[in-house]
């Protein structure tokens, strides 16, 4: 089933050509179906590139969404122009009486920084606070899986000595889990972090329960048992050069980053790595819109609190 996007995003043409199903929001009006409503707050500076990532993810679904671009308005992006936000992205201040099924937090380069120094914070926050009554399900990803957890549960970052960049190997804890049906015992999926949080901590919350996990990685997946937060610290919606896209990044930058761990032949990065997360990723993501968004949440969004 396809996600309704508007008609001119530039991803849209991007995974129309990769056979994505991408429906305009001209034809979704004439279908009588409610379509779930997604918000993605994307914090990421390459826009268009993790809108990509996400939709695609997204697409693979027997549900109709409806999705809607949220920025965050007290933060001036360097990599994105303004009048590409003005165009697709909507604020806050434009979402705040409206309710959704679902909404997804993306990562943000910021991990190193304590949340509070982060320019948006206050904003962020007002945004988590929110979604509380007004979110039936909120999945966060990486750098917003980092913040959600401090703001929601008091969970503590810490920094890494190295950057946590690679394809790591992770177990299944809770096998009958609704958000790990189909998953096998052990997969793998992209880290690309500089922050982490301790098992320890996760597991004395007892409103959370911690899903999948890495000896090399650490946390991977974690689910309040309410079903209304998700925090996954990988990329499952990474795409084969992310990585690699990033590695190089960083040398440029003058950061001299270890080479990604478990991704390159042979250790080395001018060969193409290949791909094993992306059937993990596909069932993570539909799982979450199955089973902790269109069976459990009502049909009339008002009744969301």
Request: contains cysteine.
């Amino acid at each position: 089933m396809p996600v309704k996007v508007l008609e001119n995003l530039p991803a849209k043409k991007i995974l129309e050509s990769e056979g994505v199903f991408i429906i305009t929001t001209e034809r979704a009006e004439h279908q009588d179906i409610r379509p779930l409503k997604i918000l993605i707050l994307n914090l990421m500076p390459e826009k268009t590139e993790t809108e990509v990532q996400l939709l695609r993810l997204l697409a693979n679904s027997p549900l109709q969404m409806e999705v809607e671009l949220l920025q965050a308005a007290t933060h001036i992006t360097k990599n994105t122009a303004a009048e590409y936000l003005d165009q697709f992205y909507t604020t806050f201040d434009e979402v705040r009486n409206q309710k959704f099924d679902g909404m997804i937090i993306t990562g943000a380069p910021v991990e190193l920084m304590p949340f509070e120094e982060v320019d948006y914070w206050q904003e962020l926050s007002t945004i988590l606070e929110w979604s509380k009554k007004n979110v039936f399900s909120v999945l966060h990803i990486c750098w917003g899986a980092l913040a959600g957890l401090y703001y929601h549960y008091g969970v503590e970052k810490y920094a890494l000595h190295n950057k946590m960049s690679g394809v790591f190997k992770h177990k299944t804890l809770i096998k009958e889990h609704p958000l790990l049906r189909g998953f096998d015992d052990v997969f793998y999926a992209p880290h690309s972090r500089n922050s982490d949080v301790k098992r320890e901590n996760i597991e004395e919350v007892a409103e959370l329960e911690l899903l999948a996990y890495s000896d090399e990685a650490g946390v991977y997946l974690v689910a309040s048992k309410n079903k209304r937060q998700v925090f996954v610290f990988g990329h499952g919606e990474y795409d084969r050069e992310t990585l690699a896209n990033e590695y190089s990044r960083d040398i440029k930058n003058g950061l001299n980053p270890e080479i990604p761990k478990h991704y390159f032949p042979s250790d080395n990065p001018g060969k193409s790595p290949d791909t094993n997360w992306r059937s993990h990723g596909n069932m993570l993501f539909a799982n979450w819109l199955n089973y902790f968004i269109y069976q459990e949440t009502p049909y009339d969004l008002d009744e969301i609190c």
